[in-house]
Structure formats: structure tokens, C-alpha cells
């Protein structure tokens, strides 16, 4: 496995370790290609996560790379803010119509797990709903401003035939 792997790896740890925190110490000092580490870390969402590990282990990296860490999760930490606030904003939406909501993936992980602080990136938010409160929920998307990405094909084509609906901001 190359540095850049091993590094990810055991930079993936949520409760602290004598044993992890030198693991991620030791492939920390193998790592030769700090752009690649950062790539892999966004690309699977855990820039944050290492983040954190880095620092309870006490790893010092090169200060460019530290000032390129911490800019690159100050964008996650912006993001993070924007899944929640419109998670939260349609949870109310939903609740204030009936609509009983199951969370998914990556909204319940960042939740119940992660917790705030932009430890997991999420790209979406995944969310159940019973097929009857279809309408509903729609409706409390649109009224926080969501709605089908131009194109798409319309809302019931979706409900009988892919089982999930996309729906972004109106204003991008």
C-alpha cells in the first residue's frame, strides 16, 4: 500500500489511543506527498477527521501544509454549516406538515456520530420519508427554497420508478 493509503487509514480513528495516535505519527513520517494525502482525505471525506487525529497525536506537519489543512477545512466547516442549517430547516418544515422523517447515510452519521465540527464531509442528505407523505415533504422543500435540478424529470417519475428524488437549492 503506498504512504498516501497507509496514512489514510490510520488517520480514520474516532476515540483516542495510545496505540492509534502513534500509528498515525509513524505513517505521518513516511508520507512524501502531502498534496495526494490531502486529494485522498477530501475525497473520501475525512479531511476533518485527520485533522483532529493529527493534532490529539501531536503530529507537526510542514507549516505549508499545515496552513493548506486548516484552509481546506475551514471550507469544510462553511459547508457543514449549510447541510445543517437545511437539514434542520427541513426537518421543522416537515415536522410542521405531519411528515415523519428517517435520516440516512451520511445526515445521521454527521449527527450521531461526527458530531459538529466538520469531522465527515457530506455531499448530500439522504432522507426517508413513507411513500403517502411524498407530497408533503415535497412541499416542505420547496418552502425552504429546494427544489428538482433543471432537466429532471418530474417528482411522481421518480417515486415509481428510481425510489429516490434529488432536490438542490432554487439559487444556487
Known amino acids: ?16 489511543g495510545a496505540r492509534r495516535e502513534q500509528e498515525l505519527a509513524r505513517a505521518a513520517a513516511t508520507v512524501d506527498d502531502w498534496p495526494a494525502v490531502l486529494v485522498a482525505l477530501e475525497a473520501h471525506g475525512v479531511l476533518g477527521l485527520a485533522r483532529r487525529n493529527l493534532a490529539l497525536a501531536g503530529v507537526a506537519l510542514p507549516p505549508a501544509v499545515a496552513t493548506e489543512l486548516d484552509s481546506r477545512h475551514a471550507v469544510h466547516r462553511r459547508i457543514e454549516a449549510g447541510f445543517r442549517l437545511t437539514l434542520e430547516r427541513f426537518l421543522a418544515a416537515a415536522h410542521a406538515r405531519g411528515v415523519a422523517v428517517t435520516l440516512l447515510k451520511g445526515a445521521s452519521l454527521a449527527l450521531d456520530l461526527y458530531g459538529p465540527g466538520a469531522l465527515r464531509m457530506q455531499g448530500d442528505l439522504d432522507l426517508l420519508v413513507a411513500p403517502a407523505d411524498v407530497p408533503a415533504a415535497l412541499a416542505a422543500a420547496r418552502a425552504i427554497g429546494l427544489g428538482q435540478p433543471a432537466g429532471a424529470l418530474p417528482a411522481w417519475w421518480y417515486r415509481r420508478a428510481h425510489f429516490h428524488l434529488k432536490l438542490v437549492p432554487d439559487d444556487p
Open 1 to 16: 500500500m503506498s504512504a498516501t493509503g497507509e496514512f489514510v487509514l490510520a488517520a480514520l480513528w474516532l476515540a483516542r
